[in-house]
T-cell receptor, first 112, second 115 residues
Framework: SQQGEEDPQALSIQEGENATMNCSYK?????LQWYRQNSGRGLVHLILIRSNEREKHSGRLRVTLDTSKKSSSLLITASRAADTASYFCATARVGSQGNLIFGKGTKLSVKP | DSGVTQTPKHLITATGQRVTLRCSPRSGDLSVYWYQQSLDQGLQFLIQYYNGEERAKGNILERFSAQQFPDLHSELNLSSLELGDSALYFC??????????????FGSGTQLSVL
């Protein structure tokens, strides 16, 4: 079963614009992570935010976490064509053994 | 390159057959995870092993089984294959389970096509 649900399912923007993707989840978590997947390739870890953190930055990425609303957002600033990919949120539930539950992803297309 | 190796990259087989997917984790990682990715179900967690022992089970069918060997590589066995088993199967690894804030390293996947 899916834990996270991303929104929107697809997003198309111009190079230089910002892209915002949202994720909602259902249970208590230890952390929330964002991964990127380039057309059917393996997933690559982008950023992890712990349940006691509210915001985290990494380069052009900004992640927020609201545990009261069970939601997170990923902001990619000044997007590039190379950012075109699918983005997934994944949650590590409290009591889990480290396995992550993934949402269905947001497909981002950045047009040059 | 994540350091996680999966073979084969592509597999084409017929319904009713049995296949084995192989995964070598990153050097030093003790935990291996298997995921199935399909268009309709998304990324589904199947099963997790740590140092040879099963640690967690997800949406894994009874026709599927896995194991982790003493050298830490893992195999996912899929039997009595059905058309609906066609999917991309990923292996991921991490240093140890239970640590609350670990990221996973994914292999490039095995694309299984059941005809």
């Amino acid at each position: 079963s899916q834990q996270g649900e991303e929104d929107p399912q697809a997003l198309s923007i111009q190079e230089g614009e910002n892209a915002t993707m949202n994720c909602s989840y259902k249970t208590s978590i230890n952390n929330l992570q964002w991964y990127r997947q380039n057309s059917g390739r393996g997933l690559v870890h982008l950023i992890l935010i712990r349940s006691n953190e509210r915001e985290k930055h990494s380069g052009r990425l900004r992640v927020t976490l609201d545990t009261s609303k069970k939601s997170s957002s990923l902001l990619i600033t000044a997007s590039r064509a190379a950012d075109t990919a699918s983005y997934f949120c994944a949650t590590a539930r409290v009591g889990s053994q480290g396995n992550l539950i993934f949402g269905k992803g947001t497909k981002l297309s950045v047009k040059p | 390159d994540s350091g996680v190796t999966q073979t084969p990259k592509h597999l084409i087989t017929a319904t009713g057959q049995r296949v084995t997917l192989r995964c070598s984790p990153r050097s030093g990682d003790l935990s291996v995870y298997w995921y199935q990715q399909s268009l309709d179900q998304g990324l589904q967690f199947l099963i997790q092993y740590y140092n040879g022992e099963e640690r967690a089970k997800g949406n894994i069918l009874e026709r599927f089984s896995a194991q982790q060997f003493p050298d830490l590589h893992s195999e996912l066995n899929l039997s009595s294959l059905e058309l609906g088993d066609s999917a991309l199967y990923f292996c991921a690894s991490s240093p140890s389970p239970g640590k609350r804030n670990e990221k996973l390293f994914f292999g490039s996947g095995t694309q299984l096509s059941v005809l």
